[in-house]
């Protein structure tokens, strides 16, 4: 027996695909909203994950800026309290070179010279006196220059034939007027110190006021 369907099978085929058609569509659709929502999720937890990194680098460096400037106000107190100490070094110093001036000259001035004056004019000294010869007076010079370690530069300003004074020894004498540096308190309380420890007692003779 021969069966033969008279429905529309082209039709319902036709339907049945375009069934399957927005059936994959909306398969797609769901996929594809899963993947976004999956994707904005794990953007969203990156972005909290860095804002939370941001939040303690920031809080971090907060802290590294008040050890900066606790720092910077340690290394300015060390910085006072080293001026400080040097003042009070240089001030000490300064207080003992009239002793270190007057000691020094009674060593470095030679047998045959006798100083009359002394004035100190800050690091300048201005030295008068008298001399048996010139050659005495070089020698006092070369003394100050080289064998001293609180005296340096010195300069001769005038030397003369002193004139004969009634009843007194008439040996002929010479004036003669005569600067020198004192070295800078710290280097020449360095240098005295090292003298100090290696010096040997005597003196030449001399006179000084």
């Known amino acids: 027996?021969?069966?033969?369907?008279?429905?529309?099978?082209?039709?319902?085929?036709?339907q049945a695909r375009k069934r399957a058609f927005f059936s994959t569509l909306g398969?797609?659709?769901?996929v594809g909203v899963g993947v976004l929502v999956l994707w904005y999720g794990l953007l969203q937890q990156m972005?909290?994950?860095?804002?939370?990194?941001?939040?303690?680098?920031?809080?971090?460096?907060?802290?590294?800026?008040v050890k900066i400037k606790d720092i910077a106000n340690l290394k300015a107190e060390i910085e006072a309290l080293k001026a400080r100490q040097n003042a009070v070094e240089n001030l000490q110093t300064?207080?003992?070179?009239?002793?270190?001036?007057?000691?020094?000259?009674?060593?470095?001035?030679?047998?045959?010279?006798?100083?009359?004056?002394?004035?100190?004019?800050?690091?300048?000294?201005t030295l008068a006196g008298k001399a048996e010869t010139n050659e005495r007076v070089s020698e006092f010079l070369r003394n100050?220059?080289?064998n001293s370690p609180w005296l340096e530069r010195p300069e001769l300003v005038e030397i003369k034939a002193a004139a004969p004074?009634?009843?007194?020894?008439?040996?002929?004498?010479?004036?003669?007027?005569?600067?020198?540096?004192?070295?800078?308190?710290?280097?020449?309380?360095?240098?005295?110190?090292?003298?100090?420890?290696?010096?040997?007692p005597g003196v030449k003779s001399a006179a000084a006021s």
């Open 1 to 14: 027996m021969i069966l033969i369907n008279l429905l529309p099978h082209r039709e319902a085929r036709r």
């Open 27 to 30: 398969l797609a659709a769901l």
């Open 47 to 65: 972005i909290s994950t860095q804002e939370g990194r941001n939040a303690f680098l920031k809080g971090e460096i907060g802290k590294l800026d």
């Open 94 to 125: 300064d207080r003992n070179v009239p002793v270190y001036l007057l000691n020094e000259l009674v060593k470095q001035t030679p047998e045959g010279v006798y100083l009359t004056s002394l004035r100190q004019q800050g690091a300048v000294v």
């Open 144 to 146: 100050t220059l080289y």
């Open 165 to 200: 004074q009634p009843g007194r020894d008439q040996r002929r004498l010479f004036d003669f007027s005569m600067k020198v540096y004192i070295k800078q308190p710290g280097a020449a309380a360095e240098a005295a110190s090292g003298a100090a420890s290696g010096a040997k």
